[in-house]
Structure formats: C-alpha cells, structure tokens
C-alpha cells in the first residue's frame, strides 16, 4: 500500500470508501473517528466538514432531503473557513459542488442521489486513494452505482453500544462524577 505522510491514513481510507464502496456511513464512520481522537488537529474543521459531506450523501441517498440540505450546507461553512488545499483537494471547485447542490435543496427542487466524486489535486493522494480502493473487497474506483441495498439504511443495522457507552461516560465527566455501574445483563 502507497503511504503518504502528509495525510492521516484514515482520510485515505475515506477517501477509498467515498469513491469505491459509496459507503458513507463508512466514510463518516472512519473519519470522524480520527477527528475525535485528534482534536488538537490543526485540520480538525477540514475534517469535520468533509465528514459533513459524507453524512449529507447518506441522507440524500436515502431520500432525506432536509438531513441532506443541513449538512451539505453545514459543510460548506465550515470547509469555506478551512483550506481544503491542505487536503489535496481543489478548494473552489468543492465549494462551489457544495453550494449547488445545498442552494437546490433550499430552493426546494428535486436533487436526486447522484455519486460525488471529490475534486483531489494532489496526484500523490489521488493514487495513494485509488491503491486503498483496490484493497476493498468489490470496490471499483468511482463506480457510480450502489449495488449494496444495505448501505443506504446502514445506521439502521450497526452495534452502537460503544458509542453510547462513551457518550454517557462523557455525559457523566461533564456533570462531574463517576460514570454510572455497568448494568447487570440479567
């Protein structure tokens, strides 16, 4: 596998997913996980809006167009205040797939599913992507369709129980004590 250092390895990964597979919730998962265990990041916007981006397709896939306009305007604001050259990619052109695509919804007209392709700039991370895609098993390079039913109602069908096991040990620390006993099974 191709490695570049001036990218976190799960940006790639991100990047393969969103181009590959079409598994934003994936995409969203992989990224946001870095992004959290980062938040010293200087790029900590950067990546918050792009994991905006994936969340905002999953909505739209799914049908959810208000889920779509929030997020995909949500990620426009953030990524307008970041550099999105400092992730490889071509800023204007991302802003401005971004607005369209959010003023339509706004506007209220029909904004069918279509696949994203993100504009990458930097060739080293556009092959260092494409090398991580022909890692996934069935993942084809900017394939356009979804030939996985499942991946359009994939929060459906997840094991959350981690996250809500730290949500409420975060909840708890905030409130200044212990976390709560672990629940007895029976």
Known sequence: MLTIHAYPEAY?????EFHGTRDYFECHELLEEYWKENPDDADAGLWHGLIQIAVGQY???RGN???ARKMLRSAWQRLSRANPARAGLDGTALLQQLD????HLEAGESLP???WT???RDPELFAAAQEQCRLIDGAIWCDPSVRDESLVHRHRVRDRSDVILARQESLEK???GAPPPPQ???
């Open 12 to 16: 790639i990964r991100f990047l393969a």
């Open 59 to 61: 909505h739209l896939r």
């Open 65 to 67: 167009r208000e889920g």
């Open 100 to 103: 369209e695509a959010a003023g």
């Open 113 to 115: 599913y279509v696949s």
């Open 118 to 120: 993100l504009p990458i």
């Open 174 to 176: 905030r409130r200044g």
């Open 184 to 186: 007895d099974p029976q």
